[in-house]
């Protein structure tokens, strides 16, 4: 490649930095003061975007692929087109200076859709990208004029002029998104929120019995370790919300609207419950669920406040980034502990969960029920709303499936001839597991020995003693729920409504 055609590159990733440092920069800045709710970040913004418009078999890829880290994935996709078209810019600027100007505009115009267009924007969000375009342009023509020695009194390319340039034009274009992110003091907020935390009295803690655990090595803990639960929703930003600014709106089909305030919902009489969430993009055998003690206010309370008017069936709950999930009218109504949940774990919900205040449903997949960082509940109906996922192909009510996994030993272990612990986890929430059974090769089912149930709504960790013998070996296991329904054989995808089939894994016995 020529000195010519390098010189043009580097100009147009030097536009790219300095348009998007300072617009992240102010950014950063407007929501330091008030003026702004975040929404003011290209690069949040336009990844947002991505997200909102990402097709079912996309998401399922992401997920199954890259799974807790499919968020960190995009930003580095985000970050090498940006590059690359930041490139482009400089290329065609080289050529054809107007030409070059277009595609910038284009781009920049697309950026401010993706601004103006998100949930949470507002009227001030658009202006960090205009003054960062601004200052983009301005870069690109002193870049054009001294890489082509056009600029006043110039025979030929301004080498000393170019890496002053550059070097200030990077340094500022990377200073100010590492700012922007710093400056806006959001998190500083709402890590100080939660420190302060108490979590609220429960006249009725949940005591967790004995003989849960099933005491075998490498099985998933009863309890999912603070800090490793996981984590699945479409916010490319961890929305850092200050409590004291919070509040949860009950709209829709009631008799009354109501407007809860922080300090309201912890005074309310708090409840605890045992409670284990599933993502329905998990695959058979795979780990995007986990098991805690969550502490809220029962969201039937509320919804008698407000007075549930005759013929509703849903409520539609809003995250504060514009996530939507529609829940059956019965799931929050009904004698099961769906809350308002405000600490996991007797302790305050880390933001990446919800903080301040988040929705868990027993018995549902997460995208119909687990909204996080919840600001609205709409009771309407099922013909006239829909939350995120089902016009994205997935099905509206999403009851979670029974199933089961082997923890123990893992797919392709070799293992030593004699007794071997064969032990993972099963679930049917808000039905429980009555039964849980593995076959070994072609062999007769054999029945499992049961953790203790602590609640309906948790997993059950579960064991079989298998006398092994030499040789490569398959091991499959199915659960059997409280009714006595067997664990779905048939394989099947995510989607629409969750995975089915039997967790298979081989070993070798040595």
């Known amino acids: 490649m020529t000195a010519t055609r390098w010189r043009a590159i580097v100009g147009g990733l030097v536009t790219g930095l300095v348009t998007l440092g300072l617009a992240e920069l102010l950014a950063g800045l407007l929501t330091r003061f008030g003026w702004s709710s975040g929404a003011g970040s290209p690069v949040l913004s336009v990844g947002g975007a991505f997200i909102d418009r990402t097709p079912p078999w996309l998401k399922d890829f992401a997920v199954s692929t890259f799974g807790t ?26 050529r054809r200076f107007a030409a070059g100007v277009t595609l910038f505009v284009v781009l920049v115009a697309v950026a401010a859709l993706a601004i103006v267009t998100r949930p949470d924007s507002g009227a001030f969000d658009p202006v960090p990208l205009l003054v960062g375009a601004y200052a983009g342009l301005l870069t690109l023509r002193a870049w054009w004029h001294r890489a082509r020695g056009t600029s006043e009194g110039a025979t030929g390319p301004d080498r000393r002029a170019l890496l002053r340039l550059g070097a200030g034009g990077a340094a500022l274009g990377v200073l100010g998104i590492v700012a922007g992110r710093v400056v806006s003091g959001s998190a500083r907020a709402v890590d100080a929120a939660r420190k302060a935390f108490v979590v609220p009295f429960v006249k009725t803690p949940v005591r967790i019995p004995s003989g849960v655990s099933v005491g075998v090595p490498g099985v998933t803990p009863f309890l999912d370790p603070w ?52 993502c329905v993009s998990n695959e058979v055998g795979g780990r995007l669920n986990g098991n805690a003690i969550w502490t809220g206010w029962p969201v039937r309370e509320l919804l008698k406040e407000a007075g549930v008017k005759p013929g509703a069936d849903m409520v539609l709950s809003r995250s504060s980034d514009g996530f939507t999930a529609g829940t059956p009218l019965e799931a929050l109504t009904d004698n099961r502990n769906s809350l308002l949940a405000v600490a996991m774990n007797s302790r305050a919900l880390p933001p990446e969960h919800g903080f301040p205040v988040r929705l868990v449903v027993p018995g549902l997949y997460g995208y119909v029920s687990a909204t996080k960082w919840v600001v609205e509940l709409k009771v309407t109906t099922f013909a006239a709303d829909q939350g995120y996922w089902t016009p994205r192909g997935w099905s509206a009510k999403g009851p979670v499936k029974t199933s089961s996994r082997i923890d123990v030993p893992a797919d392709g272990d070799t293992v030593d001839a004699g007794t071997v612990a064969i032990a993972g986890v099963a679930w049917a929430q808000h039905r429980g597991i009555k039964a849980v059974e593995v076959q070994v090769d ?69």
């Open 69 to 94: 880290a499919d968020k960190t994935v995009l930003l580095i996709g985000i970050s090498l087109v940006l590059t690359v078209l930041s490139a482009v810019v400089g290329l065609l600027a080289f």
């Open 227 to 278: 800090g490793q639960f996981y984590r699945i929703d479409t916010a490319l930003s961890v929305p850092q919300i200050d409590p004291a600014q919070w509040q949860l709106k009950v709209t829709g089909m009631v008799e009354r609207e109501i407007t809860l305030t922080w300090d309201e919902l912890l005074a309310k009489p708090m409840q605890q419950a045992l409670i284990t969430l599933m």
């Open 442 to 510: 072609s062999g007769p089912w054999q029945p499992a020995e049961l953790g203790t149930e602590a609640t309906i709504d948790a997993w059950r960790q579960w064991v079989v003693r298998w006398k092994a013998t030499s040789g490569r070996h398959t091991v499959k296991v199915r659960a059997i729920d409280a009714s006595g329904a067997v664990q779905i054989a048939q394989e099947a995808p995510p989607a629409p409504d969750g995975s089915t089939g039997y967790h298979t894994i081989s070993v070798t016995v040595r």
